[in-house]
């Protein structure tokens, strides 16, 4: 079954430090991977996208990473600010359909 | 303005009542989508619609139907709503040069209440 888990669920980390987000998933056959940031009340909008051979892509203090091999990807925010206090969704595509997978995000909350 | 306008941004309903919500794009993408957000779940699709005349039914169409009265503007209904279809309603749109997995443009969201 084609299904994409993020963890963990929740996350509250006092700005500037550092944190990281998990996704796993097992859609195949796979055909990219993107993290998007869903501020409360407004629509997703992709940080970035993540393709079969990439392994590394960095949008400003955004890094995503990806193993294709053990599927799964994170994405690392460095020196979190307040505005970063969002929902992070792990969306998967299955190649050759129109199929996006959707994981249950991440609420990341960033205390001043 | 936003490229993606969802109207109404919030609804509250009674059940069996006939609700409309819109969504019009000024991105000039063929491919328009209706999805639903819950807490704790994914989003899920409803319906989605790649060209005027093309009308596809999604994971829980079950209760709504659609309507894509140009390229621009993709509209969802339900017939008679239920207090089980409150929920967060998002219309989204991609360019079908992107293939079948392009980058999801999202409008604002449409909050749906059934009492």
């Known amino acids: 079954k084609n299904q994409v888990e993020q963890s963990p669920q929740s996350l509250i980390i006092l700005e500037g430090k550092n944190c990281t987000l998990q996704c796993n998933y097992t859609v195949s056959p796979f055909s990219n991977l993107r993290w998007y940031k869903q501020d409360t009340g407004r629509g997703p909008v992709s940080l970035t996208i993540?393709?079969?051979?990439?392994n590394t892509k960095s949008n400003g203090r955004y890094t995503a990473t990806l193993d294709a091999d053990t599927k799964q990807s994170s994405l690392h925010i460095t020196a979190s600010q307040l505005s970063d206090s969002a929902s992070y969704i792990c969306?998967?595509?299955?190649?050759?359909?129109?199929?996006?997978?959707f994981g249950t995000g991440t609420r990341l909350k960033v205390l001043a | 303005d936003a490229d993606v306008t969802q109207t109404p941004r919030n609804r509250i309903t009674k059940t069996g009542k006939r609700i409309m919500l819109e969504c019009s794009q000024t991105k000039g993408h063929d491919r328009m989508y209706w999805y639903r957000q819950d807490p704790g779940l994914g989003l899920r699709l409803i319906y989605y619609s790649f060209d005027v005349k093309d009308i596809n039914k999604g994971e829980i169409s079950d209760g709504y139907s659609v309507s894509r009265q140009a390229q621009a503007k993709f509209s969802l209904s339900l017939e008679s709503a239920i207090p089980n279809q409150t929920a967060l309603y998002f219309c989204a749109t991609s360019d079908r040069r992107d293939g079948n997995t392009g980058e999801l443009f999202f409008g604002e969201g449409s909050r749906l209440t059934v009492l």
């Open positions: 993540m393709t079969f051979s990439e």
């Open positions: 969306v998967v595509s299955h190649s050759g359909t129109y199929k996006y997978i």
